[in-house]
Nanobody, 122 residues
């Protein structure tokens, strides 16, 4: 089992920045990749970015050039630096880990945090 706890969400104006954090505990040695997902009201959960072995990253198109995913050396803390935020970035942001895949698809991630709310006002 892996436990994930997100923090760092909040309310910002458009153009602002936020840094999300995710603390992992439990059997993290079996983690293959970690990722951030988000879900806006009335919409499906979507992948934002993921990081895997070697620090290799992948981003959704909307996140490229604005968001940066990173991980500490111990791989127990995951971060998402979000810059130039837009109102359409509003939603609940979830940290997730996978024991078997690095594809940024919801079904491939088997552990999830409770989420942290991000609200961007215009």
């Amino acid at each position: 089992q892996v436990q994930l706890v997100e923090s760092g969400g909040g309310s910002v104006q458009a153009g602002g920045s936020l840094r999300l954090s995710c603390a992992a505990s439990g059997n993290t040695y079996s983690t293959y990749s970690m990722a951030w997902f988000r879900q806006a009201p009335g919409k499906e959960r979507e992948g934002v970015a993921r990081i895997r072995d070697g620090g290799r990253t992948r981003y959704a198109d909307f996140a490229k050039d604005r968001f940066t995913i990173s991980q500490d050396r111990a791989k127990v803390n995951l971060y998402l630096q979000m810059n130039s935020l837009k109102p359409e970035d509003t939603g609940m942001y979830y940290c997730a880990s996978s024991t078997s895949s690095y594809l940024l698809v919801t079904a491939n991630y088997n552990y999830w945090g409770q989420g942290t709310q991000v609200t961007v006002s215009s």
